[in-house]
């Protein structure tokens, strides 16, 4: 089972976020099989780590919750909530095999949340930029509750246009980057 998650920050936590670092990413290590996707957001004005992004292949529920529950930098208080959501890999592919590669251009993570005002959820055409892309789904994985897409962009508005905004309750969009030990 796939699971989306993201961690998002306390207010002026990036102190305690650095200094974990290390144990974040030998936590990470643990699950670098069943990774589909990771990085960090961040704000767009000034760079400020905002939150954590991964996306996972678990077992199940309870596993995706340890997952998310069990994680140093939320042990420790960094994180101020979690979305953990099930999700389905439209594309099929992990965020290595991004035809783009690691670096060059601007990253976003794209959620579309609430209720789907339609049943669908389709692949665009144009599909090159896409690093990841699928819907957000209830507990039990019928019930479409939102959408979650890494993409490059060339700004935020080019990002969100990614997912339609009347289908949604609300639509964020976060700077975001590739995550992992640099290479």
């Known amino acids: 089972m796939e699971f989306f998650c993201y961690h998002r920050d306390r207010p002026d936590s990036a102190a305690l976020r650095d200094e974990l670092l290390e144990k974040h990413w030998s936590y990470m290590d643990g699950y670098a099989a069943q990774m589909i996707a990771r990085g960090p957001t961040f704000a767009a004005a000034d ?25 140093p930098n939320y042990q420790a208080g ?30 976003y993570l794209v959620l579309g949340l609430g209720p789907e005002r339609d049943a669908g959820l389709d692949v665009p055409a144009d599909r090159d930029e896409l690093i990841a892309y699928g819907p957000l789904l ?38 975001w980057q590739f995550g992992g030990r640099p290479s």
């Open 78 to 107: 960094v994180y101020r909530d979690v979305l953990l959501r099930r999700w389905h890999n439209l594309l099929g592919r992990t965020m290595w095999d991004f035809p783009g590669g690691r670096t060059g251009g601007d990253r």
């Open 47 to 71: 760079g400020t780590p905002t939150g954590s992004v991964h996306v996972v292949d678990l077992p199940d529920a309870a596993a995706a919750r340890a997952f998310a529950f069990d994680e």
């Open 138 to 175: 209830s507990d039990d994985g019928v019930t479409r509750v939102g959408a979650a897409v890494l993409l490059r962009a060339s700004d935020p508005d080019a990002a969100r246009a990614v997912l339609a905004p009347e289908r949604y309750a609300d639509v964020e969009v976060h700077a």
